[in-house]
């Protein structure tokens, strides 16, 4: 099926900026047909006023930029294995927007204030009540909006899927993609309410929540479209979890000791929000009474003064938590390397697919 695990290994010392370079090259495509597709529901809407509004709120969204991570894993996996690069695109393009659905949802439920360097969909249409000097409370209209825009989101994503979809095993994928993420969003809540976890329930919420919906399930995707052999289908299946729970075991590290600049949120906000997460886990177990207690308090404070935060990082450091779950990110871009040297892929394929554990590595944002 094209170029050997040997003689890839030749090009990886170019592979970042090569993956940078494809990963850029599909956001370019993604984005046109983005903007394709907004254009035609606005037609669509044309002097319906509120449902242009709903339109541009998922569009806003949308179109400001993000990796497109999960589309390109689709894209790209499906041109690993040989299959219809254009097939893969609107499939592809379903799976940004279940991901703007489910942004959208999350930030509502996290208090997010802001997306993308942006006012997150409910903090936008709150400050539209407000402007228009509605009645009623600006925060339940932000909301319930963002919401419904949320909706409209999942809904073209059904649309687009269903309208290119050729079997039933691919809508089995796309449905498990949107069921797991959900269950793993539920118990993520339930463990920020209890302010306590098990390992094996922080695992259940990486595997559900990143595992399998940022990496496994869009691998899965573009394999079934290129119609790969099961072995091939199956060590994709575990360079996807691997890659996907490294890329949120990052994102704990990098709400906690990134740049603000480069994470596009404020350091700490995890911790603010209640977050229960391997470094939560870890510095709990390793700390003494007094650590333990002032880590209980200022997990879920909203109103955590900065000095505090430092003070929490600053224990994440000393427990060694930061240390076990940078460890933990390791061991997973081991594995997922290690899986995919065992394939046989096509060369542009496997260059982003190898591109991807290299700039994991490296990850900054």
Same mark, same amino acid.
């Given at each position: 099926?094209?170029?050997?695990a040997?003689?890839?290994?030749v090009?990886?010392?170019?592979?970042?900026?090569?993956?940078?370079?494809?990963?850029?090259?599909?956001?370019?495509?993604?984005?046109?047909?983005?903007?394709?597709?907004?254009?035609?529901?606005?037609?669509?809407?044309?002097?319906?006023?509120?449902a242009?509004?709903?339109?541009?709120?998922?569009?806003?969204?949308?179109?400001?930029?993000?990796?497109?991570?999960?589309?390109?894993?689709?894209?790209y996996?499906?041109?690993?294995?040989?299959?219809?690069?254009?097939?893969?695109?609107?499939?592809?393009l379903?799976?940004?927007?279940l991901?703007?659905?489910?942004?959208i949802?999350?930030?509502?439920?996290?208090?997010?204030?802001?997306?993308r360097?942006?006012?997150?969909?409910?903090?936008?249409?709150?400050?539209?009540?407000?402007?228009?000097?509605?009645?009623? /409370?600006?925060q339940?209209?932000?909301r319930?909006?963002?919401?419904?825009?949320?909706?409209?989101?999942?809904?073209?994503?059904?649309?687009?899927?269903?309208?290119?979809?050729?079997?039933?095993?691919?809508t089995?994928c796309?449905?498990?993609?949107?069921?797991?993420?959900?269950?793993?969003?539920?118990?993520?809540l339930?463990?920020?309410?209890?302010?306590?976890?098990?390992?094996?329930?922080?695992?259940?919420?990486?595997?559900?929540?990143?595992?399998?919906y940022?990496?496994?399930?869009?691998i899965?995707?573009?394999?079934?479209?290129?119609?790969?052999?099961?072995?091939?289908?199956?060590?994709?299946?575990?360079?996807?979890?691997?890659?996907?729970?490294?890329?949120?075991?990052?994102?704990?590290?990098?709400?906690?000791?990134?740049d603000?600049?480069?994470v596009?949120?404020?350091?700490?906000?995890?911790?603010?929000?209640?977050?229960?997460?391997?470094?939560?886990?870890?510095?709990?177990?390793?700390?003494?009474?007094?650590?333990?207690?002032?880590?209980?308090?200022?997990?879920?404070?909203?109103?955590?003064? /900065?000095?505090?935060?430092?003070?929490?990082?600053?224990?994440?450091?000393e427990?060694?938590?930061?240390?076990?779950?940078?460890?933990m990110?390791?061991?997973r871009?081991r594995?997922?390397?290690?899986?995919?040297?065992?394939?046989d892929?096509?060369?542009?394929?496997?260059l982003?697919?190898?591109?991807?554990?290299?700039?994991?590595?490296?990850?900054?944002s």
């Amino acid at each position: 099926m094209g170029s050997s695990a040997a003689s890839s290994a030749v090009r990886l010392a170019t592979a970042p900026e090569e993956f940078i370079g494809l990963l850029d090259g599909l956001r370019e495509r993604l984005d046109r047909e983005l903007a394709s597709w907004l254009a035609i529901k606005r037609q669509g809407a044309a002097g319906f006023r509120e449902a242009l509004e709903l339109i541009d709120g998922v569009g806003e969204l949308v179109t400001l930029g993000g990796k497109r991570l999960r589309p390109a894993l689709v894209y790209y996996t499906c041109v690993a294995c040989g299959g219809p690069a254009e097939e893969a695109l609107p499939v592809a393009l379903a799976t940004e927007l279940l991901h703007t659905y489910l942004l959208i949802h999350d930030d509502i439920m996290d208090h997010a204030e802001m997306r993308r360097g942006q006012p997150s969909a409910h903090a936008r249409f709150r400050q539209s009540h407000l402007a228009r000097g509605l009645h009623g /409370d600006a925060q339940d209209f932000g909301r319930s909006v963002a919401i419904l825009l949320g909706d409209l989101a999942h809904t073209w994503a059904v649309e687009l899927f269903t309208t290119s979809a050729r079997s039933i095993e691919l809508t089995r994928c796309f449905s498990a993609m949107s069921e797991e993420v959900i269950a793993g969003q539920y118990l993520e809540l339930l463990v920020a309410q209890r302010r306590a976890a098990r390992e094996d329930e922080l695992l259940n919420i990486l595997r559900l929540k990143s595992g399998r919906y940022t990496a496994e399930r869009p691998i899965q995707l573009g394999a079934l479209l290129a119609r790969a052999p099961e072995p091939v289908l199956a060590a994709l299946s575990r360079y996807g979890t691997a890659v996907g729970e490294a890329f949120q075991l990052q994102d704990d590290l990098l709400g906690m000791f990134g740049d603000r600049s480069t994470v596009g949120k404020p350091v700490g906000e995890d911790l603010k929000e209640g977050k229960y997460t391997f470094l939560i886990f870890h510095a709990l177990a390793a700390a003494s009474p007094a650590e333990r207690r002032f880590l209980e308090g200022a997990l879920g404070d909203p109103h955590l003064p /900065d000095a505090e935060v430092a003070r929490a990082r600053h224990l994440l450091e000393e427990t060694g938590a930061r240390a076990k779950v940078t460890e933990m990110v390791a061991e997973r871009l081991r594995s997922a390397r290690e899986t995919l040297d065992g394939l046989d892929l096509q060369p542009e394929g496997r260059l982003f697919l190898a591109g991807l554990v290299d700039y994991l590595r490296e990850r900054k944002s």
